[in-house]
């Protein structure tokens, strides 16, 4: 029967399908491979069984699978075993998958066997700590001043208002004029709001006193301690405290006479002290003159008069004194006594306003602009700026850059939430948008100072 005969018209009948013998039938292997694959695996174990009892393999290490009787030469019996082989690993996976199809499973034998792999796992990867915040975050109130032994501005604390109350921060940063560093010293103050700040050329350090502590139940109650900053580190001063009956009102230097001055208000609004840190206590001093009692008030050194100028806020006693002057006079310290200068013509001190000082003038930082004291008298205020919309917030001036620097407060646009932008003012005022926070802080060399400022360090008051 040939292909172009099916149906047997010029030889045998057409072979029955179970005709193993006949052409087609399940012995003819071109039409049933899986015949070929039996005949050769039991040509395969034919051949083990007479290697076994002859000797070695062939020369090139593949199995001789020989189901004939009959002599073959080398060259041909090595490529007929090859190609048997070849054959044998295609149609064994062709099988296997076929019983895999059938059995629900699937088993790949590979045709070359490699060595198995060891999968080395290193320990789990180490999480790194989190990126140190760049600025400080949103908050009002807190203490800030300038610190010319260490060229770096220093501030700390402020208060938040959360979910449960009212929470004073306790906190310490550092401004290098470009960017804030958090510090993280030993032992720190308990968080407060509204403490002052300012530095002491005596000792070379920073006083800290005043201000609020919050409660666990979210309330604030005053504190009468007081710390010193040495540049990194606080320092608890044991002797320092002040009366409980005085409130801190006012801090500043008085770079004329070398003095750190405070000034406090007696329970009741009854009288204003006058203080003086003596490098480990507060000592109360007993001037001829003082400054009528107010609950509000800015104290700073003024360049122009080179004096220290005390500005009452017009509310004076609010509730205690009706008697408060709507313009309350400028008193000025002598080192030993305090006297009138003149009166304010101008009350920009109503409202939320921050007082420091800079190069050139006294400085006064209300949400309506920014304005300078012309000094001495017959002195007045005059706007020279706008400024930047948030009130109770924390200013410095920065001597070794020569700008006064402002940061956080209340944002009387956006519902009254703290904001946690600096600016700076060198004539304007610029956002500053801070680089990244570094682990200590930059050093700055005096040449970094601008002449001005290298020559009279100025001090600051909130």
């Known amino acids: 029967m040939t292909d172009s005969d099916p149906a047997g018209t010029e030889g045998e009948p057409p072979p029955h399908r179970f005709d193993r013998s006949a052409s087609g039938g399940l012995d003819d292997e071109a039409r049933h491979p899986t015949q070929r694959l039996r005949r050769a695996l039991a040509g395969e174990t034919a051949g083990r069984r007479v290697a076994q009892a002859a000797g070695p393999a062939p020369p090139d290490g593949e199995p001789e699978f020989e189901t004939f009787s009959g002599t073959v030469s080398p060259s041909d019996h090595a490529h007929w075993t090859r190609r048997i082989t070849r054959r044998t690993v295609i149609t064994g996976v062709s099988l296997a998958a076929l019983v895999a199809a059938a059995t629900g499973t699937l088993v790949l034998t590979p045709a070359t066997h490699h060595p198995p792999v060891a999968v080395v796992t290193g320990p789990p990867p180490i999480a790194l700590p989190p990126a140190p915040p760049s600025r400080p975050s949103a908050r009002d109130d807190a203490a800030m001043a300038y610190d010319p032994a260490n060229d770096s501005v220093i501030l700390f604390g402020g208060l938040v208002i959360g979910s449960e109350g009212l929470n004073a921060l306790g906190d310490t940063w550092s401004w290098d004029g470009a960017r804030w560093t958090e510090l993280h010293p030993t032992a720190s103050p308990p968080g407060l709001s509204g403490a002052l700040l300012g530095y002491d050329p005596a000792t070379g350090s920073l006083v800290l006193t005043g201000g609020d502590t919050s409660t666990p139940g979210g309330h604030l109650e005053e504190t009468d301690a007081t710390w010193s900053w040495d540049g990194s580190g606080w320092t608890a001063e044991a002797a320092g405290g002040l009366p409980a009956s005085d409130q801190p009102t006012a801090l500043a230097t008085d770079s004329a006479t070398g003095q750190l001055i405070l000034m406090t208000t007696g329970t009741g609004c009854q009288g204003l002290d006058t203080w003086e840190w003596g490098g480990s206590a507060w000592v109360l001093l007993h001037p001829a003159a003082s400054p009528p009692a ?64 800079s190069s050139g003038a006294a400085l006064v930082v209300t949400s309506g602009g920014t304005y300078q004291w012309s000094g001495g008298d017959g002195g007045g205020w005059s706007q020279v700026s706008t400024s930047p919309a948030a009130g109770d917030a924390a200013i410095a001036y920065d001597a070794a850059d020569d700008q006064v620097v402002l940061f956080g407060g209340i944002c009387s646009s956006c519902d009254g939430v703290a904001v946690a932008a600096t600016w700076t003012w060198d004539g304007s005022w610029t956002p500053r948008a801070v680089t990244a926070s570094t682990a200590t802080p930059t050093p700055k060399t005096k040449a970094s100072r601008s002449p001005a400022a290298a020559q009279t360090p100025k001090p600051t008051t909130t």
Do not use: K
């Open 294 to 357: 107010t609950f509000d008030a800015g104290l700073v050194f003024d360049p122009r008069t080179d004096g220290l100028d005390f500005f009452p806020a017009p509310a004076g006693c609010v509730g205690v004194d009706e008697t408060a002057s709507a313009t309350p006079p400028v008193w000025s310290w002598n080192g030993s006594t305090w006297s009138t200068a003149t009166a304010q013509p101008d009350p920009v001190l109503t409202g939320s306003w921050e007082l420091t000082t």
